[in-house]
């Protein structure tokens, strides 16, 4: 009898250690393999999405998990506002100010790092026509023989190729034709910018004038070359709309030329509830810089065909793998703040 209490004494002892054992694994475990942080994000429009996708892969280098949709730039900062969106980087700091205050400006949310410097907007024609009738300044328009030469439906207006609504560009442009007195003389082509440029580059091809609206970084740039192709049109003077209005010359001017939008920089914009809570990724943001010329090769891939969700995540891939150092630097420097290092994250190689 005093065998049996014994042995059942044993059983209850390894039975015990057993568990314990169990536990202290499982708690191992868990430590080893917390969960990622999951980071919800989303781009205006394809040729967005490449910068968008370098700074992602930064973000899954330092643990993170990300959420990606496509929204319109209204929706995306209203989102941001609403805290359904934690960043976007793709952030025009003077053409967006109107929807960054409507959303709740500085107290819901932060501006943070460069990732492009001196983006620019404006009008755009042949050189050729430049040359001969020597247009430099959008006011020339006024004039309906100069307007006509532009005139691609027969109804003796300039056909510009305009901006999307809800883009914020449409705004400056229907603002633009007020302020210069070109509401007679110029009609603003809306639609599907893509489509619509498509038709001007052919137009082009077959030796007609040209005239729209543009902006770098941007892949038309690649297609249709400044000062070969075509020409920026100065403005008269530097109108804007609100939010926007207090500009001078100064801010809309580069290289001795007043192009009418705003010299802009395109940058992070996060909520400041996420940002204080993931010192890592602000870190990450602010260290982000692509140059415009980088930007605009890889845009000219998605009018080649090379358009897919893979195909841009490659050109993300190749182009850090082309500036390794750099982009190493970049991680190295935030995982210094960051709580998720010890993530296990899958290498792009």
């Known amino acids: ?76 900062h209203f989102a941001l506002g609403n805290g359904d969106l934690d960043f976007f980087c793709a952030h025009w700091e003077k053409l967006y100010r109107e929807f960054f205050e409507k959303s709740g400006g500085k107290e819901k949310l932060e501006r943070v790092g460069v990732i492009v410097n001196n983006a620019l907007q404006g009008y755009q024609i042949d050189k050729k026509t430049a040359d001969q009738y020597k247009i430099t300044n959008l006011k020339q ?39 210069y007195g070109l509401k007679d003389t110029v009609e603003h082509n809306q639609g599907s910018y893509n489509v619509l440029i498509a038709d001007t580059i052919s137009r082009y091809r077959k030796g007609k004038p040209v005239l729209y609206y543009t902006w770098t970084p941007f892949w038309l ?50 909520t400041k509830e996420f940002l204080e809570t993931n010192p890592e990724a602000k870190r990450l943001f602010e260290l982000v810089e692509i140059p415009i010329e980088d930007i605009n090769a890889q845009n000219q891939l998605l009018q080649e065909g090379e358009d897919s969700s893979k195909d841009i995540r490659r050109h993300a891939e190749e182009w850090i793998e082309e500036n390794q150092e750099l982009f190493d630097n970049w991680i190295e420097e935030a995982s210094k703040l960051s709580n998720n290092a010890a993530l296990p994250v899958k290498s792009i190689h």
Not at 148 to 159: P, V
Not at 244 to 270: C, H, W, Y
């Open 141 to 179: 328009l006024k004039d309906p023989k100069i307007a006509g030469l532009f005139d691609s439906d027969g109804d003796g207006k300039a056909d510009m190729t305009g901006c999307n609504p809800g883009w914020g560009c449409e705004l400056v442009i229907e603002h633009h034709l007020d302020a």
């Open 1 to 76: 009898m005093l065998m049996l209490h014994y042995s059942s004494f044993i059983i209850r002892k390894l039975t015990f250690g057993i568990a314990a054992t169990i536990s202290v694994v499982s708690l191992v475990a868990c430590q080893e393999t917390p969960q990622a942080t999951k980071l919800r994000t989303a781009y205006i429009d394809s040729e967005g999405i490449f910068q968008q996708e370098v700074v992602n892969i930064a973000l899954e280098k330092l643990g993170y998990e990300l959420e990606v949709k496509q929204l319109e730039p209204t929706s995306l």
């Open 221 to 270: 740039g690649a297609v249709l070359k400044l000062n070969r192709d075509v020409v920026w049109l100065e403005v008269p003077f530097t109108d804007l709309p609100k939010g926007q209005a207090e500009l001078t010359p100064k801010d809309t001017s580069i290289e001795g030329k007043n192009l009418g939008f705003a010299v802009d920089r395109i940058i992070t914009l996060a």
